[in-house]
């Protein structure tokens, strides 16, 4: 997402934010991982800490805000007026890496292999509803 939050977006971002469970926020925080010195001690009330960590993530250095909103919404289900903002997992259409070289070896695997390593070796013999038909 490129376009910066309006300022009715950044009010309810920020009263979400700062209204998290203390343990939400932490975690928030430790899935961001932002640089020692953005967010303010532990002893600094929330608020302090929750507008911090905004600027952080929507400036130049911080992890982008559709990156927050995203974490934030699958810690603690974001508002309907945020929701919107949340990029879309069809957004990215080309496959990761990983996803790539899962789907080779699954296609490299045939049935056989597959129950077997599953350990269901004797369900080809025993259980197959087509098995009397002649």
Not at 10 to 36: A, D, G, K, Q
Not at 96 to 124: A, C, D, H, K, W
Request: aromatic share 8%; hydrophobic share 35%.
């Amino acid at each position: 997402m490129t376009d910066p939050l309006n300022l009715k977006q950044r009010r309810i971002l920020l009263h979400y934010v700062r209204t998290l469970s203390p343990p939400e926020f932490r975690e928030l925080i430790f899935l961001l991982n932002p640089p020692s010195g953005v967010i303010p001690s532990n002893s600094s009330p929330q608020m302090i800490c929750a507008i911090e960590f905004i600027n952080w993530a929507e400036g130049p250095t911080g992890c982008k805000i559709d990156v927050f909103l995203d974490e934030l919404n699958k810690i603690a289900p974001l508002p309907k007026e945020l929701r919107p903002l949340i990029p879309s997992p069809l957004s990215n259409p080309t496959p990761q890496p990983e996803t790539q070289q899962f789907q080779i070896q699954i296609s490299n695997i045939s049935y056989r292999q597959y129950f077997y390593g599953m350990g269901l070796r004797g369900v080809r013999d025993s259980w197959c509803p087509l098995r009397n038909i002649r």
